[in-house]
């Protein structure tokens, strides 16, 4: 099972301009994702904190208790009352607890000069428990332009260091470290992608945060997502001593409290958005397993009588099982 959440927040100078705006978004975010063919239902505050009471609470996967704010008045306590767990426990540097489940959250350093869009696809297909946020930041266009052009001043700074050096060694002064030349190319390229190709700059910070009822079997989840990260060129990095933030920075509040950050333009960016393919998940009483999504091997639920269009083709080798499974369907239509 897979849920995906985008939250968005805006600065604004009083309540009633940020409910304004806030609503304004809602609905072209809604219209955007009506384009792609995705269905997106907005969250009230009741379901966040029952989405945040599920996220603390996997090691009993009690049920969300309050039915209202009707009931937080009469019982005299507070919502966190609500979706707190037993217990926290940030003692050590690189994990911590939550209740009886054990927990991580590590720091995707985007270092590849080019990521494929399968990257995401498979961290978000490897069978454990998984929370991936990714907090993004957009940079004003001058903003933006005037960071860049800075950072040129600093290579070109360094060239000239590097051009004096050279002088004084008696090296012809034209010969300049690869490194700086990479650096010169890749930031020239950057401003003339913003200039003639209307990309923007995002600041993005990329959390994994894993879960398990065991601390080895943990560890050992982590190592193998670092090397499945290692093999497209980035790298997973603990944050030691900043589990705690971490925490706070996966939850659904739109707040990021981790400083390390990548500086992505819209292209790069748009690799990591996790609506790639289109699922086909009904949450009917009656809905069947069809079987599995070919490209994000999400299962199939649907329940015929619902569809636009009721009728189904089983193809597969002989012995793969077609006749067993029309039986199996007519049954259940029929019972």
């Given at each position: 099972m897979k849920s995906k959440y985008l939250v968005f927040g805006i600065e604004a100078r009083d309540r009633k301009q940020a409910v304004s705006r806030l609503a304004k978004i809602e609905s072209d975010v809604i219209n955007k994702f009506k384009l792609l063919g995705c269905k997106c239902v907005p969250v009230n505050g009741l379901e966040r904190l029952r989405i945040m009471h599920d996220y603390l609470n996997q090691d009993s996967l009690e049920k969300f208790a309050m039915k209202s704010f009707k009931d937080v008045v009469e019982s005299g306590l507070t919502p966190k009352n609500f979706i707190t767990p037993t217990s926290f426990d940030f003692r050590a540097k690189d994990y911590y607890k939550i209740g009886d489940m054990f927990a991580?959250?590590?720091f995707l350093v985007i270092s590849a000069p080019e990521i494929s869009d399968e990257m995401l696809a498979d961290i978000l297909n490897?069978?454990?428990?998984l929370s991936v946020t990714m907090h993004i930041d957009t940079l004003n266009q001058t903003e933006a332009m005037k960071y860049i052009k800075g950072k040129l001043s600093d290579i070109n700074k360094m060239k000239i260091e590097e051009q004096k050096k050279a002088i004084r060694s008696g090296y012809d002064m034209d010969i300049i470290p690869p490194d700086i030349e990479t650096y010169s190319e890749e930031a020239h390229g950057l401003l003339k992608e913003m200039q003639?190709?209307?990309e923007r700059l995002f600041?993005?910070?990329?959390l994994i945060t894993s879960f398990n009822e065991n601390l080895q079997k943990?560890?050992?989840f982590r190592f193998t997502l670092s090397n499945n990260i290692q093999s497209a060129n980035c790298a997973l990095r603990k944050l030691d001593h900043q589990q705690e933030q971490g925490l706070i920075s996966s939850?659904?509040?739109?707040?990021n409290f981790i400083k390390q950050k990548r500086y992505l333009t819209?292209?790069?960016t748009a690799v990591f958005v996790p609506f790639t393919t289109q699922e086909l998940f009904m949450d009917s009483k009656e809905s069947l397993y069809m079987g599995l999504n070919s490209l994000s091997n999400g299962m199939i639920m649907a329940d015929r009588k619902l569809l636009k269009n009721p009728n189904g083709l089983i193809l597969g080798t002989p012995g793969s099982g077609k006749s067993f499974a029309t039986k199996?369907?007519?049954?259940?239509l029929i019972w």
């Open positions: 991580t959250t590590n490897m069978e454990d428990a003639s190709r209307n600041k993005v910070t990329f943990m560890k050992d939850l659904p509040l739109g707040k819209t292209s790069s199996r369907e007519m049954v259940y």
